[in-house]
């Protein structure tokens, strides 16, 4: 699930979330620009895909701001 | 702060030559107020209409319902900010009220443009509605704005018209002693007892009418999407929090009830507003976190924590019961439940913090008080959105409906159930 409010997403089961922008625009940001927009927009979707390659065991949040692989963080 | 409210109860109102108030009898100059309203030219029509408690009559395209207030001495006005109002922070001196008599702004003129601007509630006059307004006579100020305005222009100029008839009855009273008089003042209390704080969580429709500026409940005049307020609850008695409705916000019953507590339970230390509808989660969180940290500098141990809308707010609201608790602020949250009809849990981020919750029910969307017959008369648009979350279909707003679109923020109900 890629969602702005991932809080809710955690705490209500969702297995994998990927963070989202805002509300109104959750897979871009039309603040940085086309170009820069259509990389963020594309840099959530390719976590999202690997997100789905990735096993599970309780809710994920995968971040994609970050440029380096880093440990997921589970819901407590 | 000392603030002093003199109550002028209007016991009978009539339509007369003067408006006026002598001994609970309030008189209304209902052509001398519309010739008032009149003279803004934004202003294409008014007619007022007095409605009482069980007439046959359905009120839609309502704005906004204020209990009509003046301010006779102190700084500020009644309801400030808004409508360019004076904005010196009120809550000292004396106001006067009349009770017993609500003022409602009746025009086809959404809020804003944008995901729910639109009007879809309505007032039933029927006798046994929980709706608090409706158990005495309200007057309604129906208006026709000019409709080449734009819709900021639109809502200053009907809120505006509102406000001057709600200033007109409450003139009455200037002169006069109040027949009852209630002070408001948080005077030094036994340092031992425990410090408690109200959060009350508000609505912004910036992000939805990406205006700044949209009409909406407001603070001080301001709908926009702001960091925490601190007020005393004094400037929320005298109206610093408006619109949607003014009537509930300036009877809210939290502020009453924790006054009352003050020196003998607690110490009510004072009120953080805050805005909800943020639309990043680090936005959501800010706000919680800044509001409960708040309550910890003002060495709040206890808050009640309340809010006005759905399912979006909820979340700034659920997250500030969970910040206060992580900060060692016991929070009691003032809920309305999700319908059972969704097929979801009655809260719809049930954290484990939120240990006190006080249930003020299902009100919104015909899961409430119902059902309602038919109408002779309706004021305001003749039909009525049929579902509103989805602006599908409509039903004739004469006809009978499932139940009443409201739902009690604050607690003015007293509809209880017990467990046993």
């Known amino acids: 699930m890629i969602s ?36 963020y927009t594309r840099r959530i979707v390719e976590m999202a895909v690997s997100a789905l390659q990735t096993a599970v065991t309780s809710p994920t949040l995968f971040d994609p701001s970050e440029t380096s692989a880093k440990e997921p963080v589970h819901a407590s | ?46 007619r007022l209409e007095l409605i009482r408690p069980g007439d046959s009559v359905r009120v839609t395209s309502v704005r906004d319902v204020l209990e009509p207030r003046v301010k006779v001495r102190g700084p500020g006005e009644a309801y400030p900010g808004v409508c360019g109002r004076a904005v010196a922070p009120v ?17 086809e003129v959404d809020m804003y443009t944008g995901n729910d601007g639109w009007l879809d509630g309505f007032i039933d006059m029927g006798l046994g509605s929980p709706v608090p307004y409706t158990a005495f006579p309200n007057l309604c100020v129906v208006l026709d704005v000019d409709s080449a305005l734009d819709i900021e222009d639109r809502n200053n100029a009907a809120h505006s018209a509102a406000l001057l008839v709600s200033d007109q009855l409450a003139a009455t009273t200037v002169d006069l002693d109040p027949p009852e008089l209630e002070t408001f003042e948080l005077a030094e209390a036994d340092p031992g007892l425990p410090k408690a704080v109200y959060i009350t969580c508000h609505r912004s429709p910036e992000h ?66 805050i805005r909800t509808r943020w639309s990043s ?16 500098t003002m060495g709040a141990s206890g808050a009640v924590i309340s809010y006005d809308a759905g399912g979006n707010d909820f979340m700034e609201a659920i997250r500030t019961v969970q910040a206060c608790e992580q900060e060692g602020v016991k929070a009691i949250f003032v809920t309305g439940e999700e319908s059972p009809a969704t097929g979801g849990p009655p809260l719809l981020e049930p954290l484990p913090e939120a240990k006190a919750i006080v249930s003020t029910g299902m009100g919104l969307r015909g899961a409430g008080f119902g059902p309602l017959p038919a109408v002779d008369r309706v004021i305001g648009k003749k039909d009525l959105v049929e579902n509103g979350s989805t602006r599908q279909g409509t039903v004739p707003a004469a006809g009978p409906l499932p139940g009443i679109r409201w739902q009690d923020h604050f607690g003015f109900t007293r509809l209880s159930a017990y467990e046993f």
């Open chain 1, 4 to 39: 702005a409010l991932y809080s809710l997403a955690l705490t209500t089961g969702a297995p994998r979330i990927v963070k989202g922008c805002r509300i109104e625009h959750v897979c871009g940001n039309p603040a940085l620009g086309p170009e820069k927009d259509r990389e």
């Open chain 2, 91 to 107: 809550g000292r001196g004396r106001s006067h009220r009349l009770s017993g008599i609500a003022v409602v702004e009746v025009a």
């Open chain 2, 1 to 46: 702060m000392r603030l002093e409210l003199g109550t002028f109860p209007v016991d009978e109102v009539v339509m007369g030559e003067r408006t006026h108030w002598d001994s609970g009898k309030l008189e209304i100059d209902a052509e001398g107020i519309r010739r008032a309203i009149l003279s803004d030219p934004r202003v294409v029509e008014a």
């Open chain 2, 281 to 296: 989660q680090a936005e959501k969180d800010i706000t919680s976190l800044q509001a409960a940290k708040v309550a910890r």
């Open chain 2, 208 to 273: 939805y009418s990406d205006s700044l500026n949209a009409f909406w409940t407001a603070i001080y005049g301001f709908t926009r999407l702001t960091p925490p307020w601190l007020l005393h609850p004094n400037e929320l008695l005298d109206g610093a929090i408006s619109v949607l409705t003014s009537w509930e916000l300036i009877n809210n019953p939290i502020v009453r009830e924790m006054y009352s507590r003050h020196g003998v339970d607690y110490n009510f230390v004072g009120c953080i507003a």
